[in-house]
């Protein structure tokens, strides 16, 4: 109560680095699942480094990290500016890194360790301190530009120093006043300001040709922009998920209620990687109530035994004739027909993927007799299928289900109208290849390297703890889930935190296959709440209490989906992910 209460009086730097260096060592030899300073330092900590007055939040993102799964040898608190790097594996920020034995804490500027080689860091370390004359800054104490930073012996110790090209020391014993340490930080993030601003003078003066590294973090950043200025608007980590999911698994389902712009998001989305209907890299296929079997989609033999090509198999021809390019495929309003009937054959086929001489290959997705050709998925198509669940719709089946990530989407923003501004610039299209988009791994095997081994056991030990709360009605997965909630988690880890990701996970790959309609499966869902939240249902909470613990929780968006089931069931006696 006592920390808390600094936190959110005067002393916030000053309390934060005392509460970190008094109890990190003594936490670590506890558990790290649910750790209250872990929470801390995760979550608490950036918050009140973003409400300082000097920290523009539209522009500066807080981390905090104690580790991933284990404890970290080296507890960090980062500031990154956005238009720089969102991940400390990249880019170069500011943060405050804690010796192993919480004897020092340095507030530096640094860089990412994880893409770049020695070489490169000690060239970076070197530019930054010839560009910066650190005497015009104001600090409690001097910033240094030397390679005597200590803050440990481990591997990760090291990699920290290498990467370090300015500091400001601190003894945790005798720190600075809060006014020091806030003008420390300002000061520093000064020095980012005008480093960064250097940095885009040089690239202005040198890169005539306006060449771009597209990383993930830019295209999600285009992508998000681009819509935008087309008059929808959708939060950045919508579109980031959107783009996840379809590099995780090329068939993703939206769903939602009529009108939320569900079709025109991956029109747009499309649109701004320059695929398009003009140039056939987009298609919409409308679904019809009477379709029964795959005939409708990829075609049929006529009585003329002429073979009939269908919408799907005129794309797939296409794609097969541009393999760097992506197609992106809407089948519209997809469970007006029944799913299993018409794409069934498709999906399994889909489950074929394996790689052949580096390419990715299918089985044939009809016999070659019938179509004349050896027909298989071209690993560049994406197939996204938007859903409306009412009284016209047909319900998924854990087949479906378990081979997509299902994106609820509702949320609708009548009130952004940034894109009716006039001075505001248009967003061109980006001819992205594919493969920028196209999914790197196909088996976990694959995936299962020293840099993504930690990633992958921490999941996995997740999805174990989550397969006991839901074996009692039989509804645990699978390894195709495992794995692909691994790949979905890999691939996110410089664009948002791993609770994060699996929050996204557990909401898009376990919660639409549950429904509930009796006393035990409903204590599972339960049981998900408490595993999600760290707190016990109780029924009778208000909103101020939901809001509350939602706001504590790990899962946040698992939670309050679980929540709301649970309270359909309440007054339903029944509930599913769908009705709910």
């Known amino acids: 109560m006592n920390d808390q209460a600094n936190l959110e009086s005067k002393d916030k730097i000053h309390s934060i680095l005392t509460k970190i260096t008094n109890e990190y060592l003594t936490e670590k030899n506890k558990q790290f699942k649910s750790n209250s300073l872990g929470q801390f330092v995760r979550t608490n900590a950036p918050k009140v480094i973003n409400s300082l007055d000097f920290i523009d939040q539209d522009r500066f993102i807080v981390k905090g990290s104690v580790g991933q799964g284990n404890w970290a040898q080296i507890p960090w608190i980062t500031i990154l500016d956005k238009h720089v790097t969102t991940s400390t594996q990249q880019g170069y920020y500011l943060g405050y890194l804690f010796s192993e034995d919480m004897e020092r804490v340095y507030l530096s500027f640094a860089q990412g360790i994880t893409k770049a080689s020695k070489e490169q860091l000690k060239h970076i370390c070197e530019d930054i301190r010839s560009t910066i004359q650190t005497d015009r ?4 104490s001097p910033i240094h530009k030397d390679d005597a930073i200590n803050i440990g012996s481990s591997s990760k110790g090291k990699s920290y120093e290498e990467s370090t090209a300015l500091y400001i020391e601190y003894d945790p014993n005798s720190l600075p006043s809060e006014a020091d340490l806030q003008k420390d930080l300002s000061s520093m993030i000064e020095i980012y300001d005008d480093y960064v601003r250097v940095q885009s003078e040089r690239v202005e003066e040198n890169d005539t040709d306006h060449k771009i590294e597209w990383t993930d973090e830019k295209i999600i950043e285009h992508i998000h922009s681009y819509i935008k200025n087309q008059g929808f608007y959708y939060q950045l980590e919508d579109v980031k998920n959107l783009f996840l999911s379809l590099r995780t698994k090329p068939f993703v389902i939206l769903s939602g209620i009529s009108g939320t712009g569900k079709t025109k998001i991956i029109e747009l989305f499309s649109e701004s990687l320059g695929a398009t209907e003009e140039n056939k890299q ?64 498709f999906l399994s086929v889909m489950e074929s993927r394996k790689w052949v001489d580096g390419k990715v290959q299918t089985l044939p997705i009809m016999s070659e007799n019938q179509a ?49 501004k006039e001075d505001e610039g248009q967003q061109e299209q980006v001819n992205l290849p594919n493969q920028r988009v196209q999914s790197e791994y196909l088996r976990l095997k694959d995936a299962y390297s020293a840099s993504n081994k930690e990633t992958v056991e921490h999941v996995t030990t997740e999805l174990v703890q989550i397969n006991e709360i839901l074996k009692p009605i039989q509804a645990h997965v699978g390894y195709r889930v495992r794995d692909e909630v691994c790949f979905y988690t890999i691939y996110s880890r410089y664009l948002m935190a791993e609770d994060e990701a699996l929050d996204f996970q557990f909401y898009q790959k376990i919660l639409p296959r549950l429904t509930a309609s009796h006393g035990q499966a409903f204590q599972v869902l339960m049981n998900l709440f408490t595993y999600f939240t760290n707190h016990t249902y109780e029924e009778g909470l208000s909103s101020d209490q939901i809001e509350d613990i939602l706001g504590q929780a790990r899962f946040p968006r698992s939670g309050r989906k679980v929540y709301e089931m649970i309270r359909r069931g309440d007054l339903d006696g029944f509930t599913s992910f769908w009705s709910s």
Do not use: C
Not at 137 to 140: G, P
Not at 293 to 320: C, H, N, W
């Open 282 to 345: 987009f298609t919409l296929i409308p679904v019809r109530p009477d379709w029964s079997d795959g005939s409708d989609m990829l075609g049929y033999t006529d009585i003329r035994g002429v073979f009939q090509e269908g919408p799907l198999t005129s794309v797939i021809k296409e794609a097969r004739l541009h393999k760097d390019h992506p197609y992106f495929v809407v089948l519209d309003e997809m469970n007006l027909a029944r799913v299993e009937y018409y794409f069934s054959d």
């Open 137 to 140: 800054y104001l600090t409690s």
């Open 372 to 420: 004349g050709e050896r027909l298989t998925i071209p690993p560049n198509l994406y197939i996204i299928g938007t859903v409306n669940m009412d009284e016209t719709t047909h319900p998924f089946s854990k087949k479906v289900l378990d081979r997509a990530n299902t994106i609820e989407w509702n949320d609708v923003h009548l009130d952004t109208l940034f894109f009716l």
